[in-house]
């Protein structure tokens, strides 16, 4: 009743004002700029909950990354976390801020990275000399007659200064080759040595060569440490990438030093960078190759980013420490009024926030506009309070504010000044024909009411369900595929050895996995060939105990080690007793129910039992019971639509598509039997199907 209600009481208002609009204009220009702010606020509300949301989930990522328990973290990869999922979901926060409880900004960092100077080779030597290294002592003055016979340089006399006199013989870098391949046998002066040995090949130009003892350096020495804070795994990757004519070696050194998956002096950082960025500029890169490489650039982008904007926060670092407070707010940046910060402080004592450009907020005003109710040339735009849009090019039609979230900005709605407006042109239009029109409004706005009413519930419905199943689905499929790829691929690449039991069990769990992703898809092309209406069931007469022991045994075999323990029981008086039934279709049906009961039946290994026994004279009755949460009378006549779940399935976790009982109750109704549920919240519940009870066979006749 109520919207038909409504529909009339719009109707008798529309003709009211059909009569009476003619002379009342002025009446409905009003209306028209209320109508209009009315939109304002709803998009100052909308664009006010996206920045919300996008402040909540700026802090629920800062917070999953741990950075505000890091004490004095400043690098810009640690504790910071993976930005590429929050700006997916929320684009406005793609510039995030983050300030630790001592008011020091965490996010984003300036990255202070500076170019190294250049020096002589006896001031690097000098410098290698000064390392705090511990070496053995004999290694230790051996690894430096090394370092010296192969650079050349004199030994201090009175009166004889090193220069271009002082170069290595062939002799001394003969006696350097000996010693550092010495060397490279001990663990504390072996990185050194290699690294010797290495430049003594590419001075003998033998890359090959120097690219095997790169690679051995990787591979012994990864997990160390040169005293400069560089990992030897990152100047391995540097020497291969200068070596190598490939692209890989220097993509993998450009992926270690952007992630900052390696060790690197901050100062260095960014010289590496540009040096392999130049080396990879001479490559031949591959398709896959040349998109990981674009996706490194943008990340080196959006750090450089990260970095101008942290340098523009200087002056705002303080006023946000010291305003900020658990509701969120936002201000104008100091210096840069096109700049607004939003932020908010977080239990824990730390400042989270976003800053914002303003095209960015006028594009997240724009999209917060509804189609339907857009108007040509129509746009919303931010605007300082006080300001107007620019005379010459729009008008303003309403404008709105966004209260104590953004107090220094104001939503507008614009139109093009190259538009009609439209308050003037509706004037005119209705003066003429309003009256013819009144009654043809009534119609339209009734059947159109209708329409959208029946409509919006349809499609509300339908996308919901579509979005319910395809994420159900998804998640059921990918379960199993995921087990089925990790086994394949422990097996391929030969985790299990020479080991026959566990390359036995591998094969067991692919078998299992395979065959539970097929009752899967074997429910779901059951589905879709009951909505076509072509599906047909081959209807044989089978003993109804022995497709009970072998849905048992399946179920068995499907759930092997998982903990549920399924007991059949058969009555003696239904141990010969047959039923017509598509066999497949019904051990089919008994596997959902199974999977149902080991999901809702509770903890109890032993709560879930089987039985068959006839129930009258006509029937035979396959029962599945468990001893779990049971189901509300309210819910047992939906849990049988497709896909229903009940919401305590949502609120459980329980993995499920919602189709399940609704194809036993389609296939057992299908082949003339029936459902029944019994059960009570807190006892369980127990599902039986019933099938009618197929005569008994005559004996053949003897022949005479």
Not at 500 to 518: A, C, P
Request: charged fraction near 25%; aromatic fraction near 4%.
């Amino acid at each position: 009743m109520f919207p038909a209600a409504a529909v009339l009481a719009s109707a008798v208002g529309i003709a009211y004002l059909g009569a009476v609009s003619y002379f009342a204009d002025r009446g409905m220009v009003a209306a028209v700029a209320e109508q209009n702010s009315g939109l304002a606020r709803r998009v100052a509300d909308a664009v006010a909950g996206e920045l919300r949301l996008a402040l909540d989930a700026t802090a629920t990522a800062f917070d999953g990354a741990g950075a505000g328990d890091r004490e004095g973290a400043r690098d810009e990869r640690e504790g910071q976390p993976a930005l590429e999922p929050l700006v997916a979901a929320h684009p406005i926060a793609s510039q995030p801020i983050f300030i630790d409880p001592d008011g020091r900004l965490l996010y984003p960092s300036l990255d202070p990275s500076a170019s190294p100077l250049d020096s002589a080779p006896d001031q690097e030597f000098m410098a290698l000399l000064s390392r705090g290294v511990r070496l053995d002592p004999n290694r230790s003055s051996l690894l430096h007659l090394a370092r010296r016979q192969e650079i050349g340089i004199c030994p201090a006399k009175a009166g004889v200064a090193t220069g271009p006199a002082c170069r290595p013989t062939v002799r001394g870098l003969s006696e350097a080759r000996r010693a550092y391949a010495r060397l490279a046998r001990h663990r504390d002066t072996g990185p050194e040595a290699l690294l010797g040995l290495a430049r003594l090949e590419r001075a003998a130009e033998r890359p090959a060569q120097a690219a095997a003892l790169y690679r051995e350096l990787a591979r012994r020495f990864a997990d160390r440490i040169d005293a400069d804070g560089m990992g030897y795994s990152l100047i391995a990757l540097l020497g291969l990438s200068e070596v190598e004519p490939a692209a890989a070696p220097a993509l993998d050194c450009l992926r270690e030093l952007v992630t900052g998956s390696a060790a690197v002096p901050r100062a260095a950082r960014a010289l590496f960078i540009d040096h392999v960025r130049a080396l990879l500029r001479d490559r031949r890169l591959d398709g896959a190759q040349a998109e990981e490489l674009a996706a490194l650039e943008r990340r080196l982008v959006q750090a450089a980013s990260a970095s101008a904007l942290a340098a523009r926060l200087s002056e705002d670092l303080a006023p946000l420490a010291r305003s900020a407070q658990m509701e969120p707010r936002g201000r104008p940046a100091l210096g840069a009024p096109d700049r607004t910060l939003v932020y908010r402080r977080l239990p824990g004592g730390a400042v989270v926030g976003l800053a914002l450009e303003r095209p960015a907020l006028d594009r997240v005003a724009d999209r917060a506009v509804p189609a339907r109710e857009r108007q040509v040339g129509v746009r919303a735009a931010v605007l300082p309070v006080g300001d107007s849009p620019d005379a010459g090019s729009a008008r303003a039609l309403a404008s709105a504010s966004f209260g104590p979230l953004l107090p220094h900005l104001n939503l507008a709605l614009v139109q093009d000044l190259s538009r009609p407006d439209p308050v003037a042109e509706m004037v005119r239009q209705r003066s003429r024909r309003h009256l013819l029109m009144t009654g043809g409004l009534v119609a339209v706005l009734v059947l159109g009411l209708v329409a959208t009413i029946r409509g919006a519930a349809r499609e509300r419905d339908l996308a919901r369900l579509k979005s319910d199943f395809v994420s159900t689905v998804s998640h059921e499929l990918k379960t199993p595929l995921t087990s089925i790829r990790m086994f394949a691929e422990m097996l391929q690449q030969g985790v299990a050895g020479d080991d026959r039991d566990r390359e036995r069990r591998y094969h067991d769990i692919i078998v299992k996995e395979s065959e539970r992703l097929g009752l899967l898809i074997a429910n779901l092309l059951d589905y879709a060939q009951i909505e076509r209406g072509t599906r047909r069931y081959l209807r044989r007469r089978e003993r109804a105990s022995e497709v009970a022991r072998e849905a048992v045994a399946t179920f068995a075999r499907l759930r092997e080690g998982e903990g549920q323990e399924v007991s059949l029981a058969v009555a003696p008086p239904a141990e010969d007793l047959h039923v017509t039934i598509d066999r497949e279709v019904t051990v089919q049906a008994l596997l959902n129910l199974l999977s149902n009961a080991v999901k809702y039946g509770g903890d109890d290994r032993h709560a879930i039992e089987v039985t068959v026994a006839p129930q009258g004279e006509e029937w035979i009755a396959l029962a599945v019971r468990d001893r779990g949460q049971g189901i509300p009378k309210s819910e047992q006549e939906r849990v049988f639509r497709e896909f229903y779940r009940s919401p305590t399935a949502y609120t459980a976790g329980v993995e499920g598509t919602g189709l399940g009982l609704a194809l036993v109750k389609r296939h057992v109704e299908a082949q003339g039997g029936q459902v029944e549920l019994d059960s009570e919240p807190g006892r369980g519940a127990t599902f039986t199907l019933l099938f009618p009870a197929a005569a008994p066979e005559m004996p053949a006749e003897s022949a005479p």
